[in-house]
């Protein structure tokens, strides 16, 4: 294989993590011609971990000197990179066998395709211990995904249409795509569908990568309530991109997505109640009402509130904090 691999990692905080992260890179059977890792200026043993790791010639370590909070790293960790391809994990994920050797292959034998992406399998840390879930993969055979198809698909699997740390792209990708858009938290999501209007991305019928769920999540932190505000956002500013000649078009997708949102918000706050967390499911009634595109009246807001509010005051919550609960979404 002549082809350069480089595996991009941003890290912050994370030594164990990351640690677990790169050698899983490093012992994949397609060796990656480097492994980039950023540390976001961490305040922990991060960096002296990486010094460790650094003694590999094919872990290449850089360090910020002061923290940028996220994104920014991300765009940092990937321009240190200088192979062909650019493989993203991030550093609480780790590769499964084979996940690089089977994405260079694909996308090796078909030089139409811009970037692929695969299945995950979930690893649910929990006091009790680690539970293995392997996700349902979406399609029986590699599914092609391109600007025609990218609606119904966000649509289809909004909840969560691609895993960023399965994504092994050409790096004529990133340079047509451009960076990590700061401005989103969920700037891996923008960034994806952006791609995907300008690339035809396959998604591998296998699963790639092993995504640790525990409370410190980027997703946690994030709150699912910012995450679908974030989301309905990105999209609708695909739905304009898509469709600017197009107002029927452009209408009706507007109106199907809209419902859409609306229907797994209603789930999201059936499940912020059944957990009794005020604060959670405010926050959710409140993007339901204010951040779907609909216009009721001020009162109607209030009067959701304090309902919920009341409700949740007469049970006992079932996390101590709802971070605690390290479901997406």
């Given at each position: 294989?002549?082809?350069?691999?480089?595996?991009?990692?941003?890290?912050?905080?994370?030594?164990?993590?990351?640690?677990?992260?790169?050698?899983?890179?490093?012992?994949?059977?397609?060796?990656?011609?480097?492994?980039?890792?950023?540390?976001?200026?961490?305040?922990?043993?991060?960096?002296?971990?990486?010094?460790?790791?650094?003694?590999?010639?094919?872990?290449?370590?850089?360090?910020?000197?002061?923290?940028?909070?996220?994104?920014?790293?991300?765009?940092?960790?990937?321009?240190?990179?200088?192979?062909?391809?650019?493989?993203?994990?991030?550093?609480?994920?780790?590769?499964?066998?084979?996940?690089?050797?089977?994405?260079?292959?694909?996308?090796?034998?078909h030089p139409?395709?811009?970037?692929?992406?695969?299945?995950?399998i979930d690893?649910?840390?929990?006091?009790?211990?680690?539970?293995?879930?392997?996700?349902?993969?979406?399609?029986?055979?590699?599914?092609?995904?391109?600007?025609?198809?990218?609606?119904?698909?966000?649509?289809?699997?909004?909840?969560?249409?691609?895993?960023?740390?399965?994504?092994?792209?050409?790096?004529?990708?990133?340079?047509?795509?451009?960076?990590?858009?700061?401005?989103?938290?969920?700037?891996?999501?923008?960034?994806?569908?952006?791609?995907?209007?300008?690339?035809?991305?396959?998604?591998?019928a296998r699963?790639?990568?092993?995504?640790?769920?525990?409370?410190?999540?980027?997703?946690?932190?994030?709150?699912?309530?910012?995450?679908?505000?974030?989301?309905?956002?990105?999209?609708?500013?695909?739905?304009?991109?898509?469709?600017?000649?197009?107002?029927?078009?452009?209408?009706?997708?507007?109106?199907?997505?809209?419902?859409?949102?609306?229907?797994?918000?209603?789930?999201?706050?059936?499940?912020?109640?059944?957990?009794?967390?005020?604060?959670?499911?405010?926050?959710?009634?409140?993007?339901?009402?204010?951040?779907?595109?609909?216009?009721?009246?001020?009162?109607?807001?209030?009067?959701?509130?304090?309902?919920?509010?009341?409700?949740?005051?007469?049970?006992?919550?079932?996390?101590?904090?709802?971070?605690?609960?390290?479901?997406?979404?």
């Open positions: 294989m002549s082809a350069r691999v480089s595996v991009a990692i941003a890290t912050y905080n994370r030594a164990s993590m990351v640690r677990e992260s790169v050698q899983a890179a490093l012992t994949q059977e397609l060796f990656a011609t480097e492994i980039c890792v950023a540390d976001d200026a961490s305040s922990d043993h991060t960096w002296s971990a990486l010094t460790a790791l650094a003694q590999n010639p094919r872990v290449r370590i850089f360090r910020q000197e002061k923290n940028t909070g996220g994104v920014e790293n991300w765009n940092f960790a990937i321009r240190q990179t200088t192979g062909d391809y650019i493989a993203w994990c991030s550093d609480d994920d780790r590769y499964l066998p084979g996940h690089l050797d089977a994405s260079i292959a694909f996308l090796e034998a139409q395709i811009g970037m692929v992406h695969s299945g995950f690893a649910v840390e929990t006091p009790a211990g680690v539970e293995t879930i392997p996700r349902p993969l979406r399609f029986a055979a590699t599914a092609v995904l391109d600007r025609g198809s990218l609606l119904r698909y966000l649509t289809r699997y909004y909840d969560w249409p691609f895993h960023p740390s399965t994504i092994v792209m050409r790096r004529s990708v990133w340079n047509a795509v451009g960076p990590f858009d700061a401005a989103y938290a969920l700037a891996d999501t923008d960034w994806f569908v952006r791609a995907v209007e300008r690339f035809p991305v396959a998604m591998l699963h790639g990568v092993l995504n640790r769920r525990h409370p410190g999540n980027w997703s946690n932190r994030l709150g699912s309530a910012r995450m679908q505000r974030e989301i309905f956002e990105i999209v609708e500013a695909a739905i304009t991109r898509l469709l600017p000649r197009r107002p029927v078009s452009r209408v009706l997708w507007r109106a199907i997505w809209r419902a859409n949102v609306r229907s797994h918000l209603l789930l999201t706050l059936r499940a912020r109640l059944s957990t009794f967390h005020a604060e959670a499911a405010c926050a959710v009634w409140r993007q339901l009402l204010e951040g779907t595109g609909l216009r009721l009246p001020g009162p109607f807001l209030r009067w959701g509130d304090t309902l919920i509010c009341r409700w949740c005051a007469r049970h006992v919550s079932a996390f101590e904090d709802a971070r605690q609960s390290v479901s997406p979404l």
